[in-house]
Nanobody
Framework: QVQLVESGGGSVQAGGSLRLSCAAS????????LGWFRQAPGKEREGVAR????????YYADSVKGRFAISQEKGKNTMYLQMDSLKLEDTGMYYC??????????????????WGQGTQVTVSS
């Protein structure tokens, strides 16, 4: 059974930090890229960051470059998103996602195979 289990969301003041985790199971971890999407109320879901699990190559949306860092622990099949200097506009539901490596040329919902249940991030002033 495929599972992507997120944790680490919560509420934080602007300028603060949070670390999200995504534990993957039920599929061949090294054959996928893993990453995060987020969805703010009334807005479309957007890709935030992804990592190619075999090579460790990372990509970020322009809106989070320099503030967010995606990483992984291969031995634990777990991926992380360190979020620093959080802004009000970072508020939303964050979803862990996995797509076959060959489909990770872009980070779009239509290319994703597996989804987590989501974890809420709320940034307040």
């Amino acid at each position: 059974q495929v599972q992507l289990v997120e944790s680490g969301g919560g509420s934080v003041q602007a300028g603060g930090s949070l670390r999200l985790s995504c534990a993957a199971s039920g599929f061949t971890y090294g054959s996928y890229c893993l990453g995060w999407f987020r969805q703010a109320p009334g807005k479309e879901r957007e890709g935030v960051a992804r990592i190619f699990t075999d090579a460790g190559t990372t990509y970020y949306a322009d809106s989070v470059k320099g503030r967010f860092a995606i990483s992984q622990e291969k031995g634990k099949n777990t991926m992380y998103l360190q979020m620093d200097s959080l802004k009000l506009e970072d508020t939303g539901m964050y979803y862990c996602a996995a797509a076959p490596s060959g489909r990770c040329w872009a980070w779009r919902e239509s290319l994703v195979t597996f989804w987590g249940q989501g974890t809420q991030v709320t940034v307040s002033s």
